[in-house]
């Protein structure tokens, strides 16, 4: 529920609604910024790879 009101409030901000394709655009960006971290340490250390 609490995400669900965040997401209302922090939706109609008009920051956000003016720059919606930037917010997207970074939640995608945090969304695969996990698996680069993970692709870039085994590439410099295979042998601590997951």
């Given at each position: 529920?609490?995400?669900?009101?965040?997401?209302?409030f922090?939706?109609?901000?008009?920051?956000?609604?003016?720059?919606?394709?930037?917010?997207?655009?970074?939640?995608?960006?945090?969304?695969?910024l996990?698996?680069?971290?993970t692709?870039?340490?085994?590439?410099?250390?295979?042998?601590?790879?997951?």
């Open positions: 529920m609490s995400f669900l009101l965040g997401g209302y922090f939706g109609n901000l008009p920051v956000v609604k003016d720059n919606f394709s930037f917010t997207i655009l970074g939640i995608i960006f945090v969304s695969l996990q698996g680069i971290i692709y870039i340490q085994s590439k410099c250390n295979p042998k601590k790879a997951w």
